[in-house]
């Protein structure tokens, strides 16, 4: 008896050992990320990170992109009070400079920009130009309908200031003398106060109670600030940086190039600055950097130093910051990506540039969260 109960002992010592391997050479998958906050002691102090991205990231963010609107309202107006070149010039930075600003709050879809769906309202490209078209023509819009998401924000002011006609001088012709022109300074007019009314909406309700309820729930749990905005992050990379502004045009996901599908399409040189904006945003985020100053604070890379975390023996902060210095590297040795698309059949280069893009995906949505016990909540459809 007492032998048969030492071969049940070795026997269960032996399973043991076998499903607490951690060193098997199979990495954790989609579904094994995460797996409950007992995986770890959580010690780092997610309450000071939360505070430094509100108070330090996301605010002053919302706040310089608001202040880019109010410029672009302006130059909109002096343009509407005397229809010159140079007042349209004017308009065009403005509406470029409002743009790029853009590229540091897009991420930032969490609380009241979710609820308002606030990117897509602002920024769903490729413009629909017959739409726009279309409410130029009757005068008639409602741009409060998700339908129209597309025939409004970003996209189609580069429609209509870029691609409506050939050149600056026709433009102002159909601006000042055409048969829509009071329809068209209506519907800019409308489309301004879209943008500002939503931006309004989210940067009040941030300075308002958000910010205090996005800070204190600063626990471990899928519903906690950290694991959802950390999901949402990683989506907003994966989904619109990486795949929006550069895979859907190259063909990544259809075998077929979209070049019209690039943002500002109609401006046709700046698509790569918009891209490079948005990854020089995220990858600052990912550091804990103050908007618009060198000094950082707790962040996702201090939370990864704090666990001391390590793959393939080198440390995962630097592999994340190295990728994203890569990727940066090669997509500003392109030419514009309208260029690279048009011109090359494949895009060889560009392709190029976006694997190396690609490759900051796993290191985020494998590695780094596996590493927090924070589990992805999104499904991916890519098969990447």
Same mark, same amino acid.
Not at 50 to 59: G, Q, S
């Given at each position: 008896?007492?032998?048969?109960?030492?071969?049940?002992? =070795?026997?269960?010592?032996?399973?043991?050992?076998?499903?607490?391997?951690?060193?098997?050479?199979?990495?954790?998958?989609?579904?094994?990320?995460?797996?409950?906050?007992?995986?770890?002691?959580?010690?780092?102090?997610?309450?000071?990170?939360?505070?430094?991205?509100?108070?330090?990231?996301?605010?002053? %963010?919302?706040?310089?992109?608001?202040?880019?609107? %109010?410029?672009?309202?302006?130059?909109?107006?002096? !343009?509407?009070?005397?229809?010159?070149?140079?007042?349209?010039?004017?308009?065009?930075?403005?509406?470029?400079?409002?743009?790029?600003?853009?590229?540091?709050? %897009?991420?930032?879809?969490?609380?009241?920009?979710?609820?308002?769906?606030?990117?897509?309202?602002?920024?769903?490209?490729?413009?629909?130009?017959?739409?726009?078209?279309?409410?130029?023509?009757?005068?008639?819009?409602?741009?409060?309908?998700?339908?129209?998401?597309?025939?409004?924000?970003?996209?189609?002011?580069?429609?209509?200031?870029?691609?409506?006609?050939?050149?600056?001088?026709?433009?102002?012709?159909?601006?000042?003398?055409?048969?829509?022109?009071?329809?068209?300074?209506?519907?800019?007019?409308? =489309?301004?106060?879209?943008?500002?009314?939503?931006?309004?909406?989210?940067?009040?309700?941030?300075?308002?109670?958000?910010?205090?309820?996005?800070?204190?729930?600063?626990?471990?749990?899928?519903?906690?600030?950290?694991?959802?905005?950390?999901?949402?992050?990683?989506?907003?990379?994966?989904? !619109?940086?990486?795949?929006?502004?550069?895979?859907?045009?190259?063909?990544?996901?259809?075998?077929?190039?979209?070049?019209?599908?690039?943002?500002?399409?109609?401006?046709?040189?700046?698509?790569?600055?918009?891209?490079?904006?948005?990854?020089?945003?995220?990858?600052?985020?990912?550091?804990?950097?103050?908007?618009?100053?060198?000094?950082?604070?707790?962040?996702?890379?201090?939370?990864?130093?704090?666990?001391?975390?390590?793959?393939?023996?080198?440390?995962?902060?630097?592999?994340?910051?190295?990728?994203?210095?890569?990727?940066?590297?090669?997509?500003?040795?392109?030419?514009?990506?309208?260029?690279?698309?048009?011109?090359?059949?494949?895009?060889?280069?560009?392709?190029?540039?976006?694997?190396?893009?690609?490759?900051?995906?796993?290191?985020?949505?494998?590695?780094?969260?596996?590493?927090?016990?924070?589990?992805?909540?999104?499904?991916?459809?890519?098969?990447?």
């Amino acid at each position: 008896m007492r032998k048969k109960w030492y071969v049940l002992f =070795i026997a269960a010592l032996a399973i043991w050992a076998c499903s607490s391997d951690g060193s098997s050479d199979n990495p954790p998958t989609d579904d094994d990320m995460g797996g409950g906050d007992d995986m770890i002691p959580v010690t780092f102090d997610r309450g000071a990170m939360l505070t430094n991205w509100a108070d330090n990231i996301i605010i002053p %963010s919302y706040k310089a992109f608001q202040s880019e609107l %109010s410029e672009l309202q302006q130059a909109y107006n002096t !343009f509407t009070a005397d229809k010159t070149e140079e007042n349209l010039t004017n308009f065009r930075v403005a509406w470029l400079d409002a743009h790029t600003a853009w590229q540091w709050v %897009s991420m930032f879809e969490i609380g009241p920009a979710e609820s308002a769906g606030y990117r897509l309202n602002m920024n769903t490209y490729p413009a629909d130009t017959d739409l726009i078209d279309s409410f130029l023509t009757t005068g008639t819009f409602d741009l409060s309908l998700p339908a129209n998401r597309d025939a409004k924000g970003f996209g189609a002011l580069d429609y209509l200031l870029n691609g409506l006609d050939a050149n600056d001088t026709d433009l102002l012709e159909r601006w000042t003398n055409g048969t829509d022109a009071a329809n068209t300074e209506d519907f800019i007019n409308a =489309i301004l106060s879209d943008m500002m009314s939503l931006t309004d909406d989210v940067v009040g309700q941030w300075e308002g109670s958000y910010r205090n309820t996005f800070v204190s729930n600063d626990g471990s749990s899928a519903t906690a600030s950290v694991d959802r905005f950390v999901n949402d992050f990683i989506f907003y990379y994966e989904k !619109f940086l990486r795949a929006g502004k550069m895979g859907i045009p190259l063909g990544v996901f259809s075998n077929s190039l979209l070049p019209q599908n690039l943002e500002a399409f109609h401006k046709g040189d700046v698509s790569k600055a918009l891209f490079l904006e948005g990854l020089s945003a995220v990858q600052d985020f990912f550091n804990g950097k103050h908007f618009g100053s060198a000094t950082t604070g707790e962040s996702l890379a201090s939370y990864l130093d704090d666990l001391n975390t390590v793959k393939d023996g080198e440390d995962l902060t630097k592999l994340i910051n190295d990728q994203i210095n890569e990727a940066r590297d090669l997509v500003g040795e392109l030419g514009t990506f309208r260029e690279e698309i048009e011109n090359n059949d494949p895009p060889t280069n560009m392709l190029l540039a976006y694997d190396q893009v690609q490759a900051v995906v796993p290191l985020l949505k494998v590695d780094m969260v596996s590493t927090m016990s924070i589990s992805i909540d999104f499904v991916d459809a890519d098969g990447d």
